[in-house]
């Protein structure tokens, strides 16, 4: 079954504690993106990769990393979490960048900072 | 600034009612332009999309879209609505020469019995 997934699902950790969010897609897609979701605000982009090794930053990129050593995947990394960083995080992918392609999305992680 | 506006933040309507959800859009160029729905505690799913073309566009599970460029907006609607719809539909969209998306704020459908 064609899907991105991403986990853990929920988490919930402490100011200043370094954390992995893992993201992961099957249907070899070159563009992939990580968007935080708070209400009001709808979803917005925290950072997208076009393909391996080839990352950029989206509009809301502080306090936030990315990688892409793979295709399939590409972790956000929280390498001091604070409060305002609880949010839902969506991870996506779409076949091409380009601002045309349909992109396919996670089912969320919903990340607590205390 | 560039941007998405969704203005309705709520709306309600009765089981068989038809529905218009608006977005506007603020970009020097027609954009790429998206309709995703959110279930609760569910990802987002493509309702439909627009590139090119025909400025009525089709979706799925009942949907269309039409592209107003001298709007600049891409409402949604529907003519009559399920409770099965009861979601948030966000609109999106997609700027070619900077590979990124923007998305609106959303609109939590609720459907009356």
């Known amino acids: 079954e064609a899907q991105v997934t991403q986990n853990p699902r929920y988490l919930i950790t402490v100011t200043g504690k370094k954390l992995t969010v893992t993201c992961s897609q099957n249907m070899n897609h070159e563009y992939m993106s990580w968007y935080r979701q708070d209400p009001g605000l709808g979803l917005r982009q925290i950072y997208y990769s076009m393909n391996v090794e080839v990352t950029d930053k989206g509009d809301v990129p502080e306090g936030y990393k990315v990688s892409r050593k793979e295709k399939r995947n590409f972790p956000l990394i929280l390498e001091s979490p604070s409060p305002n960083q609880t949010s839902l995080y969506f991870c996506a992918s779409s076949l091409r960048g380009l601002g045309s392609y349909e992109q396919y999305f996670g089912p969320g992680t919903r990340l607590t900072v205390t | 600034a560039q941007s998405v506006t969704q203005p309705d933040i709520h709306i309600t309507v009765s089981e068989g009612a038809s529905l218009e959800l608006r977005c506007n859009y603020s970009y020097g160029a027609t954009p790429y332009l998206f309709w995703y729905v959110q279930s609760p505690g569910q990802g987002l799913q493509l309702l439909l999309k627009y590139f090119s073309g025909d400025t009525l566009v089709q979706g799925i599970k009942g949907f269309e879209a039409e592209f107003k460029r001298s709007q600049s907006s891409f409402n949604l609607r529907k003519p009559s609505v399920h409770w099965s719809d009861a979601a948030e539909y966000f609109c999106?969209?997609?700027?070619?020469?900077?590979?990124?998306?923007?998305f609106g704020s959303g609109t939590k459908l609720n459907v009356k019995p």
């Open positions: 999106a969209v997609g700027l070619y020469n900077f590979n990124k998306f923007y």
